[in-house]
């Protein structure tokens, strides 16, 4: 199994910046992606950062140019460095991280979602 933990969540006024932290970790053969998704209540869970297999990134528009995705490769780790932080930024974070196992003898990618962290920006 993979394992998938985040850390950084917290309060912070608006305009100001955090950190969050997703380590994974476990029985894998690799990971292939590993991104940041949200959700705020009453709606549904959205991409906010993530690389893509190619090792480009993407990002929603709502955070272009406040939110900076990277990674550490060798730890398993990706991080979400989150400034000019807004009200509307307020949810709880998600890290997904999509990795490739032999389940059985079949070679399969799977995802795995860690357990979220708290992110409130008031207004």
């Known amino acids: 199994q993979v394992q998938v933990v985040e850390s950084g969540g917290g309060l912070v006024q608006a305009g100001g910046s955090l950190r969050l932290s997703c380590a994974a970790s476990g029985r894998f053969l690799e990971i292939n992606t590993m991104g940041w998704y949200r959700q705020a209540p009453g709606n549904q869970r959205e991409l906010v950062a993530a690389?893509?297999?190619?090792?480009?990134?993407d990002y929603a528009d709502s955070v272009k140019g406040r939110f900076t995705i990277s990674r550490h490769n060798a730890e398993n780790t990706v991080y979400l460095q989150m400034s000019s932080l807004k009200p509307e930024d307020t949810a709880v974070y998600y890290c997904?991280?999509?990795?490739?196992?032999?389940?059985?003898?079949?070679?399969?990618?799977?995802?795995?979602w860690g357990q979220g962290t708290q992110v409130t920006v008031p207004s």
């Open positions: 690389f893509t297999e190619g090792g480009s990134t």
């Open positions: 997904k991280v999509r990795a490739s196992r032999i389940v059985g003898s079949v070679y399969a990618i799977e995802a795995y």
